[in-house]
């Protein structure tokens, strides 16, 4: 058996973004620089893998979030203007390269209809601004944030990675997408590691049966909102 370069270079990115994950988290200025210079590496080393087949499109995937990571902690903005410049960086990355690629996935609306999305997030605007103004709530930012995270989440985690990789490793993709979601838990700790893990597999599981964005679309909302009142610690609190 020989191992293909692409899928050789999918398994150094994978193992390589838990270690620098671990490193970021365990020492955050060296971290820092270990991380820009894997993924500048994992850049490379695609420069001329890409001829746009499945497998190298996922492997292209897979570093929209690293790359979303690093301009995250470029940036060093307080918690709420920080998660939203992450998370709508996510999605229109996400958007750019479904665009780029033109996927396309029989049965499987990899967004749903966005106007669903966008009333979800104008109502915890809404929800926002009266929980900050009328009640002067602390956390009222929380309210808007928790929707934006689930809809990027979504749309890349199951949308658009976890169809990919359905289409190369077929029912082992919900794993592995379960996986790849973990790798960028690594920061908050093992008890959340395995918060993490289950929620992803049970999300990514309903997902390939379904194939309804809309339901883990609204679990994923559920599953923030649990961790906002039981886990605060992944919201800065």
């Known amino acids: 058996?020989?191992?293909?370069?692409?899928?050789?270079?999918?398994?150094?990115?994978?193992?390589?973004?838990?270690?620098?994950?671990?490193?970021?988290?365990?020492?955050?200025?060296?971290?820092?620089?270990?991380?820009?210079v894997f993924v500048g590496l994992i850049l490379i080393l695609m420069e001329n893998e890409v001829k746009h087949t499945k497998e190298e499109k996922l492997l292209i995937i897979l570093m929209i979030l690293p790359i979303c990571r690093i301009a995250e902690i470029f940036l060093?903005?307080?918690?709420?203007?920080?998660?939203?410049?992450?998370?709508?960086?996510?999605?229109?990355?996400?958007?750019?390269?479904?665009?780029?690629?033109?996927?396309?996935?029989?049965?499987?609306?990899?967004?749903g209809n966005p106007t669903y999305f966008f009333g979800a997030l104008g109502i915890s605007g809404i929800a926002w601004?009266?929980?900050?103004?009328?009640?002067?709530?602390?956390?009222?930012?929380?309210?808007?944030?928790?929707?934006?995270?689930a809809y990027a989440e979504e749309i890349y985690f199951r949308g658009t990675f976890q169809n990919l990789a359905n289409e190369w490793f077929g029912n082992f993709s919900i794993l592995l997408t379960a996986f790849v979601y973990n790798i960028f838990s690594i920061s908050?700790?093992?008890?959340?590691?395995?918060?993490?893990?289950?929620?992803?597999?049970?999300?990514?599981?309903?997902?390939?049966?379904?194939?309804?964005?809309?339901?883990?679309?609204?679990?994923?909302?559920?599953?923030?909102v649990l961790l906002f009142m039981f886990y605060p610690v992944v919201y800065g609190i």
Not at 78 to 100: D, M, Q, R
Not at 129 to 149: D, H, M, Q, R, T
């Open 1 to 36: 058996f020989k191992m293909k370069s692409v899928e050789r270079n999918f398994i150094i990115a994978l193992v390589g973004l838990a270690i620098v994950e671990y490193l970021l988290s365990s020492f955050p200025t060296i971290g820092f620089f270990v991380y820009a």
């Open 76 to 111: 060093n903005l307080e918690f709420f203007w920080s998660t939203l410049v992450f998370y709508l960086f996510i999605i229109c990355v996400t958007l750019y390269y479904v665009i780029k690629f033109w996927l396309r996935f029989e049965k499987t609306p990899f967004i």
């Open 188 to 224: 908050y700790g093992f008890t959340y590691v395995l918060i993490a893990f289950s929620a992803a597999l049970i999300l990514s599981s309903l997902y390939h049966i379904t194939k309804n964005i809309y339901i883990s679309y609204v679990l994923n909302i559920i599953f923030h």
């Open 129 to 149: 601004a009266v929980s900050k103004y009328l009640f002067n709530w602390e956390f009222s930012g929380i309210v808007f944030l928790i929707p934006l995270i």
